[in-house]
């Protein structure tokens, strides 16, 4: 037993846990100086979100040692019946009392559990589980199929809390599915119709008028045009440049995929303005930077801002933040979402560079974890964590630095929740363990 | 082995991408551009202004003339405005709804924004105050502010003391734009009077805190604080019950009455007649009162008589200084006489005025004549147009040196030169601009009746006092001004410690003043003498032409060592002797004894039973 417990220490990816430990930590102290009392000075209060972090990363870690020492086929096995309880348990938290509004939450004592925390790895157990299960192929439509069902049960529960935000990280997956062989078309499809979309709703927000030779149209209506008129001119590229035999099959790609964009742009058109509320467009507008609104729905993204430019190069020092911690309250949500704001203003631009590289090398050595696994189930697993880990860190920064509308997500290991520091704690963990036994598994 | 190995790349490029918008963000924000740290400063730093208490007033025995009130103005955020019971409201606070509504429109517009606080009443007393105040929260976007106000205890000395005011539009760009940039838009500053030339020393300097404030606006960490400075307080050199008095004794008439120390150029007081209570001008009802002294008074109490009206003419008490003036330029002596030739200018009966003490004491016109016509024709010149030249050239040097004609730098706001005329006056702007007498075009036979006083010759009540307190100097004179000391360690301004010399010598001062205690004890003026006091006096009058002439009387007392010197207008007071006279006797004895005898009393008596004029009087 205990040799077998130094075998797996030893083979533990040791950049990876050291990366996770520094960012769990950096965490810890964000939390500690956000939310900070003087009633209660210890970081182990209790009484104190920090208290209640310290709490909940030494729980993580000790079920964090406790999965080094499960066996890997075991974690496997399990895949199923992990997502079954959890969904099960998304099933039940809609039945508990709403906390703000949102049936989120179980309360036990002084501590809340959220299982759509939890729902983030077990759901990328069952995916690894079935697409590495012998004979699967994922251009089969019926694989797209499951594994579509296997996101949307626990997703569509997601959706009735609502929790809107998580629901988008569940997005994260199809950089999984693109990994593991789905035509990189969808994909770079997804792409194009994100830009498309986003550049429809902009032109629409901005109500921008474009003077042509005297007649004033409308800029979306101008973005409409430019789209027709590059349908047309790759028309005419395919008849030129395409050798005859392929042209038919080009054709017909470019006028779906013409008249997606214009469908697209009308539907960004009409949705703009029949079914976004005036908050939508509001949250809209203060994002693509057309309203500068220190009030209403542009107030926390204009505090936050403010709590970051103030950290200058190099901050104002820790313990020294004048806007973003509980003693003045600018920012708010400061030691949850927007806690990114706090480590920002203490440390600088220096500090929240240094950041995104840690955040940046924590991912890429999670992929590149997972590329060097045999085990096909490993490897998914590995992407489902770096893609779950993105998501959430692209998202929370974006939402943050005012490139993305205010969207409630975390950033992982930093935003105070016990839930999201134990869920994404047993994602590492699994994938520790897992990595540590890829020579000896032929899987 | 997988065929999709290679799509790594394209998620780590994806990843990179991310980072390197999020680094590129970053750097604007952070370090590139400064709006953000400046917005941040905007949300958490909050200054707040510390305000000095403004220095007080006291009289030269230390009787507080201008105190402090606690006062409370009424604010309102016209953005925070709901649900108001507009008639509750204007019951409660005593306006008309057309008055509400425009306050409203003057609170959101102009330098006033709608979600900035603005006064709304200005002024309203702890009792007006304390009464509305249990209701004042039920009215959302009101609040109130406690301040303090200025407040005159006696009630006297309106005109020498001014008034504090919320600084004009004007003032305050002005100050933005070529003053010092000291004042805020809400601040009080000094109008007139004392208020005014004083400003400076009585505001102090204002202090701020610097504070971090949380997101609900209390202030969490003090980061600076400088102390603010109160302001000086001022010792003027005002007697007050020698100033209430003059106040008592100017009822129902139009005038002044200026008394000054002579030895050293303190002004005892100032008195402006009609005058008003200068609470009139501290509290709420400003505006009504403003305007009504200023428009609706027929008599316009707002005048500050001593120094607005620098063109009354001296009259006969200008015949002193012809008469010191010539003595010194030697073109008469003491002995000179002249026959009283009434076919020169009128006169009446009197002993012939066989030296000057005789003419002054008769003020013979044709004698005051023959010396100003020595003092123009000085035979320098064979054509009489240039010998008149030379003449008033040196006849307007001398009486200059007298402060007639000058602006005398004292610190009352306003003060004028009055018009002594030289070469340059007749030969360009009299008797118009348009058709003037031009250059040698006039002689001594054009301007004669400068000789007495009248002609082209303008003083105000302020020169005339100084002139009775250069004779009783006998020849020089201190600037004329109204601070002792500017704190309680402090000095007057160096200027009013220096003496002015004028360009007459002290030896022809002396039957001057013997000609002028004549006047009292046997002469025109009889009715200025005091049993106790050796008084020096000198009638004159201002003609009027459409009313009665105007009453002047200048004094001073006692002869030896003279301790006041004081001149008097009644306007429309008839002639010199009568009223102007009684009154400066009455300030004399009050001041140099305090209790007036039975011939005091009974002069008091008949002054202030006297209605010369009233505030329904009509005349233009
Ligand atoms: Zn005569």
Redesign the pocket.
Known sequence: MENRAKNIIGKVDIPLLGLFLVLVFAGLLTVYSASFSEEYPQIYSLDKAYGKQLAWIVISLIIGVLILTLEGSFIRNSAYIVYGVVTLMLLVVLFMPAIKGAHSWFKIGGFTIQPSEFAKFATSLAIAHYLSTSGIKIQEAKTKVIVFFLIAVPGFFILQQPDPGTLLVFFSFIFVMYREGLSGNILLGMFFAIIIGVMAIFFKASEANVSFFGWVFAANYLYLFVIVIATVLIHFGITYLVMPRYRAKKYIINMVSGAIAMLLVFSCNYAYDNVFKDRHRDRFEVMFGLKLDRKGVGYNSYQALSAIGSGGPAGKGYFKGTLSNDKYKHVPEQSTDFIFCSWAEEWGFLGSFLLIILYTAFLIRIIMIAERQKSKFTRIFGYCTASILFFHYMINIAMVIGLAPVIGIPLPFFSKGGSAILGFSIMIFILLRMDSERKDVLR | MDSFQHRRWIIILTMLFVTVVFGVRLLYVQVLNNDWKNRAEQITHHKVTIHPARGLLYDRNGELLVAVNQVYDILVTPKDLKGIDTVEFCSLFKISKTEFLQKIEHASTGYNVSYKASTFIESMSKEEYSRVVPYLKSFNGFDSKRRTNRGYPNGVAAHVLGYVRKISAEQYSKDQKVGEKYYNQNDYVGVTGLEKVYEKELRGERGSAFFLRDYAGNDKTNLEENYAISGNNLYTSIDLKLQSYGERLMKNKLGSIVAIEPSTGEILSLISAPSFDPNKLSGREFSENYKELLNNDTLKPIINRPIYNANYRPGSIFKLVQALIAMQEGVITENTGFV?NKALIN??N?EP?SNVQIAIK?S????FYHVYKRLIQRGEEKSIFKDSRIGIEKWNASVKSFGLGIKLNTDIPGVKPGRIPDANYYDNEFPSKTNPYGKHRWAFSTIYSNSIGEGEIGVSPLQMANLAAIIANRGYYYTPHLVKKIGKDGSKRPEYLKKNYTMAAAKYFEPVVSAMEMVVENGTAMGAQIDSIRVCGKTGTVQNKTFNDHSVFIAFAPRENPKIAIAVYVEYGTWGGIWAAKIASLMIEKYLVKELSEKGKKKEKEVLDAIILDKHSDFK
């Open positions: 009283c006169c009446h009197h005025p008769h013979c016109n044709p004698y």
